[in-house]
Nanobody, 125 residues
Framework: QVQLEESGGGSVQAGGSLRLSCAAS??????????VGWFRQAPGKDREWVAI????????LYNDSVKGRFTISQDNYRDMVYLQMTSVNVDDTAMYYC????????????????WGQGTQVTVSS
């Protein structure tokens, strides 16, 4: 059974940077079978996908709200998937989740079957 665990959340000032990490148990990211995505949910808002990584990074997708500021990547040596966040703003405050599925449509539609517990990111002005 594949399990995901996020880390790296915390408090950061607007304009700053933060890197979130996603580790897997029961799966090795370099297998490139699962499509991995970062999602977020802010209080009172719907969950939205932030970034998606396919085939170890050969294809990456970004929500328009983070394009140019966030980068999703896979580190096969450390067996991690990262979300590098730069130039953060208060609208980036949310619980961030790492999620995955073997079916691309499930991930892009926000319904992947494997989820981590989430890590909180709080951006202050």
């Amino acid at each position: 059974q594949v399990q995901l665990e996020e880390s790296g959340g915390g408090s950061v000032q607007a304009g700053g940077s933060l890197r979130l990490s996603c580790a897997a148990s029961g799966y090795t990211f370099s297998n490139n079978i699962l499509i991995v995505g970062w999602f977020r949910q802010a209080p009172g808002k719907d969950r939205e996908w932030v970034a998606i990584l396919v085939s170890g990074g050969r294809e990456t997708l970004y929500n328009d709200s983070v394009k140019g500021r966030f980068t999703i990547s896979q580190d096969n040596y450390r067996d991690m998937v990262y979300l590098q966040m730069t130039s953060v703003n208060v609208d980036d405050t949310a619980m961030y989740y790492c999620a995955a599925d073997a079916e691309f449509d499930r991930v892009v539609n926000g319904n992947p079957r494997i989820w981590g517990q989430g890590t909180q990111v709080t951006v202050s002005s």
